[in-house]
């Protein structure tokens, strides 16, 4: 008995001691160029950082508010600086045409004279944001509301797609090729007929069919997967049925026919 009591304590001495040396000496030993690759976070190679800033004024009976994008890790980096210059300076000039528009509104006898609730609001859609930094695009959404007087305010839809490397505004016309509107007006009204689960909010149209007049709008976001299509008040029927806004989805598949620069 005392015979295999001293076995069992060797042996618990000598698997204490072989545990001892492991981990003092390291370890098991690996590659050190493959252990860094493992644990080191690389940037990843398409990101834009994006921060949202705004100009605001709030007053009796008067808010407005304009967000604006600024990015950086810009390649290359220097030209960041110009692109967040003309952001900046383009969300100035609409902030000023706006606070022109609603003083003058408040004003108006026509919008019951003075005191009355002016609005004007743009707001950056943060989940329909895309950049692309190794082709160059910032492509980002913003939804917004207006109210100087009536019986109802109107929401809208705005975009901007830019590219990084110019600073240059990109149209659909720098995107696609060939006949795509006629193609993109097709599919707009195919998905709206069938309210289409790639159609947010084309079930609300279903009274204006028999007048509808699809048509491709100014406004659109990119993404990795294709383009969304934003649709305003009144731009595909009444008032009661569009005040959402609707967006139209549209896949790379569909424009592949038709891409003259990829995204």
């Known amino acids: 008995m005392q015979k295999n009591q001293k076995i069992i304590l060797t042996i618990i001495v000598i698997f204490f001691f072989a545990a001892s040396v492991y981990f003092l000496s390291g370890g098991i030993h690996r590659n050190p160029a ?82 009355w609730d002016v609005i004007f609001q743009k707001k950056l859609i943060k989940d329909k944001t895309y950049t692309n930094n190794e082709t160059g695009i910032l492509s980002v959404a913003y939804t917004g509301y207006q109210d100087t007087g009536g019986a109802h305010g109107t929401p809208f839809y705005m975009s901007q797609t830019i590219d990084t490397k110019s600073s240059n505004t990109l149209t659909l016309k720098d995107l696609l090729k060939g006949d795509y509107e006629a193609a993109i007006i097709k599919e707009v009204d195919s998905q709206i007929r069938s309210a289409a689960s790639t159609c947010l909010r084309c079930d609300q149209l279903a009274g204006d069919l028999q007048d509808l007049k699809a048509f491709v709008p100014e406004s659109f976001v990119l993404s990795d997967q294709g383009i969304t299509f934003l649709f305003g008040s009144y731009d595909l029927g009444s008032y009661a049925s569009t005040a959402g806004g609707q967006e139209v989805f549209i896949d790379k598949e569909f424009l592949a026919p038709y891409i003259l620069r990829n995204w």
């Open 34 to 115: 493959v252990e860094n690759e493992a644990t080191t976070t690389l940037p990843v190679a398409n990101a834009l950082n994006i921060k949202v800033e705004a100009l605001s004024a709030s007053s009796t009976n008067l808010e407005l508010l304009v967000e604006y994008p600024q990015i950086t890790n810009a390649a290359p980096e220097s030209a960041a600086e110009g692109i967040n210059a003309q952001l900046k300076k383009d969300a100035k000039a609409e902030y000023d045409s706006a606070m022109i528009d609603l003083k003058k509104a408040q004003a108006d006898p026509a919008t019951d004279g003075a005191g």
